[in-house]
């Protein structure tokens, strides 16, 4: 209804906008990076539905709050149930830009009624920069002071760091094996790589190119292209958000036994994210 717009909003210019009512209350979100950052501008009570399964949340708190019911699961982004949409009175959805793969949902919610806000934290090639969208549902949920407060702080933590004190720059590698046995690697330059850098490391594969040029954040690597690359880094990081974590070293190079040939596994120095690493984007 433009009679409710602000004076300042020429009535011509809204043609194509979706406008979004603040503080933003009864929220469906269907962009599951971006819970996090809710929870950390404490918002998270404005949450009511989202569109990822109690298992599947590798964050326990959130897991939890689907479980119960507190947080209603209501389908998939691409296949959301639009009768709970409307029994909920949702106010605003969040969508990851994978809701470009099916632009009729996006459609379909707005004819609802229902302004859609699509995030692009993921796009981001700064780890602060990611975190700083954590402002935007700060002045969404009138959390502003909390979301600037988190903010500064993990700001200080980073430049906190001392990165002169190490003697050497280590080399790590961050990968994961999948079912196919190639090496599924972070391009150069990606958000994960250089907090790598931030903290003091190098990345093993910089300089990598990517054949086929997309716009994803990882690439597909032989193993024996891998092998060349990382065989003498000094620390590996084995990402287990897609293909499962490992136990031990052992599960590592039962994977392939090449691995048994890389410095940071005769060394020890072998390590795992947990499956909720991307979800906790703070």
Not at 173 to 201: Q, W
Request: charged content about 25%; glycine content about 8%; aromatic content about 8%.
């Amino acid at each position: 209804d433009t009679d409710d717009l602000p004076d300042w909003l020429p009535e011509d210019e809204v043609s194509g906008m979706s406008v979004i009512a603040a503080p933003a209350h009864s929220v469906y979100n269907a962009a599951s990076s971006a819970m996090d950052l809710i929870d950390a501008a404490g918002a998270l009570d404005s949450v009511v539905m989202t569109s990822t399964q109690a298992k599947d949340w590798g964050i326990e708190k959130i897991r939890k709050l689907v479980e119960d019911g507190t947080i209603q699961y209501v389908g998939k982004y691409s296949a959301p149930d639009y009768e709970a949409l409307l029994e909920g009175d949702i106010g605003l959805a969040i969508e990851s830009t994978m809701i470009y793969h099916s632009p009729q949902i996006k459609e379909a919610i707005e004819e609802l009624g229902i302004p859609v806000l699509v995030e692009r934290s993921s796009y981001e090639s700064d780890p602060l920069g990611r975190l700083e969208w954590i402002k935007l549902y700060g002045l969404l949920f009138g959390k502003e002071e909390e979301a600037q407060a988190f903010f500064d702080e993990a700001v200080a933590k980073v430049e906190g760091v001392d990165t002169g004190s190490v003697a050497e720059t280590p080399s790590v590698a961050f990968f994961s094996v999948n079912s196919n046995g190639s090496v599924v690697v972070r391009k150069p330059g990606d958000y994960v790589t250089k907090m790598i850098e931030t903290a003091g490391g190098e990345y093993a594969l910089d300089g990598i190119t990517d054949e086929e040029d997309n716009a994803l954040s990882t690439m597909n690597m032989q193993m024996e292209a891998f092998y060349d690359k990382a065989v003498d880094a000094d620390i590996l990081i084995y990402n287990s958000t897609i293909e499962g974590g490992l136990e031990s070293i052992g599960d590592l190079t039962a994977l392939s036994d090449k691995f048994s040939d890389f410095a940071a596994v005769k060394s020890g120095n072998v390590w795992c994210t947990e499956a909720s690493t991307f979800q906790r984007t703070t």
